[in-house]
T-cell receptor, first 117, second 113 residues
């Protein structure tokens, strides 16, 4: 079974600084997707960034970027120029490629990010 | 505006009672999902539905039931058989089971009193 591990229960960063959130996963599959979701105090899950395993290039979305190391099964999220609105719980998630029984997102336990003014 | 609406936002249930959580979407998505979130835990899948009149158990389906009679609606019933129902419940949908992006509702907080 696939597992996702986030080893940092909490992180903090100063406004305008850079922070990196860690995620490792375990799978025997070669083709899959990885995600970072943000859950602000409103508790609605918001997709931050997505990485396809067959793509070597790291995904980037504005101030958010990932460091995807497939061999090491590592998928970290870097937030640059941190803003107060970035404060949230961040979840790393995994999904096998395809439909049917591959539907399921497997989530880590989350990292609570605090942004200090 | 298109989106997923969950209601109510807060729900209280007495022990031994069944309760139904509502999830409605107007995104014309085929696939819908129910997740449970507990403190210090990630989300865990309860049930999913790939298409109308079809649904499958997820990892923690015991004590829950669902229906999918309409494309827009995927209600979740928490039965008295669920021993620890107090949790935050999130509904999600995607265009189809093959589409990677899932859109989430704002959740329902269920408390057993």
């Amino acid at each position: 079974a696939q597992t996702v591990t986030q080893s940092q229960p909490e992180m903090s960063v100063q406004e305008a600084e850079t922070v990196t959130l860690s995620c490792t996963y375990d799978t025997s599959e070669s083709d899959y997707y990885l995600f970072w979701y943000k859950q602000p105090p409103s508790r609605q899950m918001i997709l931050v960034i997505r990485q396809e395993a067959y793509k070597q290039q790291n995904a980037t979305e504005n101030r958010f970027s990932v460091n995807f190391q497939k061999a090491a099964k590592s998928f970290s999220l870097k937030i640059s120029d941190s803003q107060l609105g970035d404060a949230a719980m961040y979840f790393c998630a995994y999904r096998r490629r395809g439909g049917g029984s591959n539907y399921k997102l497997t989530f880590g336990k989350g990292t609570l990010l605090t942004v200090n003014p | 505006d298109g989106g997923i609406t969950q209601s109510p936002k807060y729900l209280f249930r007495k022990e031994g009672q069944n309760v139904t959580l509502s999830c409605e979407q107007n995104l014309n998505h085929d696939a819908m999902y129910w997740y449970r979130q507990d403190p210090g835990q990630g989300l865990r899948l309860i049930y999913y539905s790939q298409i109308v009149n079809d649904f499958q158990k997820g990892d923690i389906a015991e004590g829950y039931s669902v229906s999918r009679e309409k494309k827009e609606s995927f209600p979740l019933t928490v039965t008295s058989a669920q021993k620890n129902p107090t949790a935050f419940y999130l509904c999600a949908s995607s265009i189809d089971p093959y589409n990677t992006e899932a859109f989430f509702g704002q959740g329902t907080r269920l408390t057993v009193v």
